[in-house]
T-cell receptor, first 115, second 115 residues
Framework: AQSVAQPEDQVNVAEGNPLTVKCTYS??????LFWYVQYPNRGLQFLLK??????LVKGSYGFEAEFNKSQTSFHLKKPSALVSDSALYFC?????????????FGAGTRLFVKA | EADIYQTPRYLVIGTGKKITLECSQT?????MYWYQQDPGMELHLIHY???????EKGDLSSESTVSRIRTEHFPLTLESARPSHTSQYLC??????????????FGPGTRLLVL
């Protein structure tokens, strides 16, 4: 069965500092991994995805994520946080075997960036 | 920015009323989804469709129904709204691509308040 975990409900970081939002997953096949961001009263906005290839994936707004197969993790990172990065972040996983496997979303991590 | 639209964005309605939440996408995606999300909380899949005339119930039981008569349109209907239906409803779509790699894109959401 597929599952994804975001162990932190909330992450607090000062503006200019690096940020990390954690995600671990479980799938039977190879994973397709996604990060989304949600601002208040909005839908989810796609940030980046890992399908295959280079373990470090770069996405929108300076975000990047590193796929670590041995640790089954896909943590979201940014070298220097902005106040405008404050939002709700969702990690998602889909089994690469296809066949109708659905995308599973984590419970979300709220990021607060303080000026 | 994804071409997926939801109307209305906000709806306040009385108990017992019938409502339809509209979702349309212009990307030609075959797969479409409805999620229910309480503010700032995790997403719950309530309905999905793999194409025209295909609809399935999701992981979370819902009293709503959906239809998929056209590829681009995936409306959700509540025959008799109740206060327990108060939530945010997010529509999403994606294309069936090579290796099932395609990203799921979200609409802006409909915030429903049932009095």
């Amino acid at each position: 069965a597929q599952s994804v975990a975001q162990p932190e409900d909330q992450v607090n970081v000062a503006e200019g500092n690096p940020l990390t939002v954690k995600c671990t997953y479980s799938v039977s096949g190879n994973p397709y991994l996604f990060w989304y961001v949600q601002y208040p009263n909005r839908g989810l906005q796609f940030l980046l995805k890992y399908i295959t290839g280079d373990n470090l994936v770069k996405g929108s707004y300076g975000f990047e994520a590193e796929f670590n197969k041995s640790q089954t993790s896909f943590h979201l990172k940014k070298p220097s946080a902005l106040v405008s990065d404050s939002a709700l972040y969702f990690c998602a996983v889909r089994d690469s075997r296809g066949g109708g496997f659905k995308t599973i979303f984590g419970a979300g991590t709220r990021l607060f960036v303080k000026a | 920015e994804a071409d997926i639209y939801q109307t209305p964005r906000y709806l306040v309605i009385g108990t017992g009323k019938k409502i339809t939440l509209e979702c349309s996408q212009t990307m030609g995606h075959d797969k479409m989804y409805w999620y229910q999300q309480d503010p700032g909380m995790e997403l719950h899949l309530i309905h999905y469709s793999y194409g025209v005339n295909s609809t399935e119930k999701g992981d979370l039981s819902s009293e709503s129904t959906v239809s998929r008569i056209r590829t681009e349109h995936f409306p959700l209907t509540l025959e008799s709204a109740r206060p327990s239906h108060t939530s945010q409803y997010l529509c999403a779509s994606r294309r069936t691509g090579q290796g099932d790699q395609e990203t799921q894109y979200f609409g802006p959401g409909t915030r429903l308040l049932v009095l």
